[in-house]
């Protein structure tokens, strides 16, 4: 079971930190997407537990920072230097895989979303 949230309105160039609960077992990976209206959905950072790797889309490379809590079972997505492009659903996903990560289909246990605007 998934729970994101920390989604808002923000201005450009603001901050905003979501949070993703991920609860269950042999789960190695989450990862962050985003869906913008009419677009399809996007890959945009992911978490591998072992070895703590992590990746981005070059999109957010250098403005988004993912990290987890272990003991929280928790993942978050530090976004900074918002644009107003980077307005869209963002979701968390999970999945017992390592490797393929960019990857939607790669995840089978999503959450429910939550909006992230960002005005101009």
């Known amino acids: 079971q998934l729970q994101a949230s920390g989604g808002g309105l923000v201005q450009a160039e603001g901050s905003l930190r979501l949070s993703c609960a991920a609860s269950?077992?042999?789960?190695?990976?989450v990862g962050w997407f985003r869906q913008a209206p009419g677009k399809e959905r996007e890959f945009v950072a992911f978490?591998?537990?072992?070895?703590?790797?992590?990746d981005y889309s070059n999109s957010v490379k250098g403005r988004f920072t993912i990290s987890g809590d272990t003991t929280k079972k928790t993942v978050y997505l530090q976004m900074d230097s918002l644009r107003p492009e980077d307005t869209a659903v963002y979701y968390c996903?999970?999945?017992?895989?390592?490797?393929?990560?960019?990857?939607?289909?790669?995840?089978?246990?999503w959450g429910q979303g939550t909006q992230v605007t960002v005005s101009s």
């Open positions: 269950g077992r042999n789960l190695h990976s």
């Open positions: 996903a999970a999945t017992a895989r390592e490797f393929g990560l960019t990857t939607a289909t790669s995840y089978p246990y």
């Open positions: 978490l591998r537990w072992r070895g703590y790797i992590t």
